[in-house]
């Protein structure tokens, strides 16, 4: 059974910075790619970060100069380090990955990250 496990999240001051992982157990093939999504209260899941295995970046505007996504391909594991986090940046954010076969989309359960003023 494929698992995504996220982790790093936790309670962290404005200004401040967390590093969170997503580890992959289960799946012994390259992902195409990875990202990280999250989703604020009262709000709908969106994408944050992604990453292809060829190393293509992309961000979302609102994150841009402060969260940096990074992803280990001997490990299938991806990384988004985020700094100068804001109130706004409150969500849990999960893990995504997929791969070249049909059918091999994972999600990870979700860690919170919460930003305190």
């Known amino acids: 059974q494929v698992q995504l496990v996220e982790s790093g999240g936790g309670l962290v001051q404005r200004g401040g910075s967390l590093r969170l992982s997503c580890a992959n157990s289960?799946?012994?093939?390259?992902?195409?790619?990875m990202s990280w999504h999250r989703q604020r209260p009262g709000k709908q899941r969106e994408l944050v970060a992604s990453?292809?295995?060829?190393?293509?970046?992309s961000l979302v505007d609102s994150v841009k100069g402060r969260f940096t996504i990074s992803i280990d391909n001997a490990k299938n594991a991806a990384y988004l380090q985020m700094n100068s986090l804001r109130r706004e940046d409150t969500a849990v954010y999960y893990c995504?990955?997929?791969?070249?076969?049909?059918?091999?989309?994972?999600w990870g359960q979700g860690t919170q990250v919460t930003v305190s003023s």
């Open positions: 289960g799946y012994n093939y390259p992902f195409m790619a």
């Open positions: 995504y990955a997929h791969g070249l076969r049909p059918g091999s989309e994972y």
């Open positions: 990453i292809t295995t060829g190393g293509i970046r």
